[in-house]
């Protein structure tokens, strides 16, 4: 499940080494072109499912994740254009912090829980002689201080790691019911070519979640799993607008103009 890992050749950023250094802020979300599942929180799921539908996905170490579906088997992320705009009513938190990651990292003496700030070197947006303008800013001032936009995105990060921690607890408890079953369809596009999700995805069965007592309902509230499976539940229905999405792709393939495709996106969105 690459799709939901980092790629590239990710490194923690240290002040003593990368005091003069910085990054080129991205122009366009191109890099998330060939990303068909993205990472989600409980915190925006009531925002994805408006616009991409949610799955699980199992990782090759058995655990599985919240991800939003934003396109299939050919992993091509359909609400990225071919000018690298974002065609989606939202924009996942793991996109927003893209090419910023926080790992985990020794606690300080009195317990408390410190990260490493981690910087995708793959993105080719690492800088060593940054510009120190607007496009090009440094990570930190001369004193060693977090730049105001760096600690803007330090608070990002954080929220994301706390969210992080809310969600793993809620698929697992989802995990644990019993309720996920395999998620795949066989359909056909425009061209009469196959269309298969990519693989390693998983849905609530609607029927096993019915059949759930009261004591398993009360676990998966505790957890927030019960409001995660309905809101993947509810999010299947926006499969329909990535098989249209992938058919205005197809016509835009064909040379049809890029102007009538954006106006498809911002249609096809709507409900």
Do not use: C
């Not at 790992?103 to 070197?121: K, M, N, S, T, W």
């Not at 009469?192 to 609530?204: D, F, K, M, Q």
């Amino acid at each position: 499940m690459s799709e939901v890992t980092l790629k590239g050749q990710v490194l923690p950023i240290e002040v003593e080494k990368a005091l003069e250094h910085g990054f080129r802020r991205p122009d366009s979300m191109s890099f998330a072109a060939n990303q068909a599942l993205v990472p989600v929180h409980l915190v925006e799921v009531a925002s994805v499912v408006h616009t991409m539908p949610i799955a699980l996905a199992r990782l090759p170490s058995d655990q599985y994740v919240v991800v939003a579906v934003a396109g299939f088997d050919d992993n091509r992320n359909l609400l990225v254009d071919a000018q690298g705009r974002w065609g989606g009513l939202y924009l996942p938190m793991d996109l927003r912090t893209y090419p910023f990651r926080l790992q985990d990292a020794q606690p300080l003496d009195g317990g408390e829980q410190r990260y490493a700030v981690l910087f995708d070197h793959g993105s080719g947006l690492y800088r060593e002689a940054p510009s120190g303008d607007e496009l090009e800013p440094r990570f930190f001032t001369d004193e060693g201080k977090p730049q105001d936009f760096f600690a803007k995105v330090l608070e990002q990060l954080k929220e994301t790691v706390s969210a992080s921690v809310r969600t793993q607890a809620a698929a697992n408890a989802l995990v644990a019911s019993g309720v996920l079953i395999p998620w795949q369809i066989e359909g056909v596009d425009a061209e009469h070519a196959a269309i298969r999700l990519p693989v390693g995805l998983y849905r609530v069965d609607e029927n096993k979640l019915a059949a759930l007592d009261g004591a398993a309902l009360q676990a998966m509230h505790r957890a927030s799993a019960l409001g995660l499976a309905y809101a993947q539940l509810f999010s299947m229905s926006r499969l329909s607008v990535l098989v249209r999405l992938l058919e205005a792709r197809i016509k835009r393939d064909a040379q049809q103009p890029q102007a009538n495709l954006t106006k498809n996106i911002d249609e096809l969105l709507k409900f």
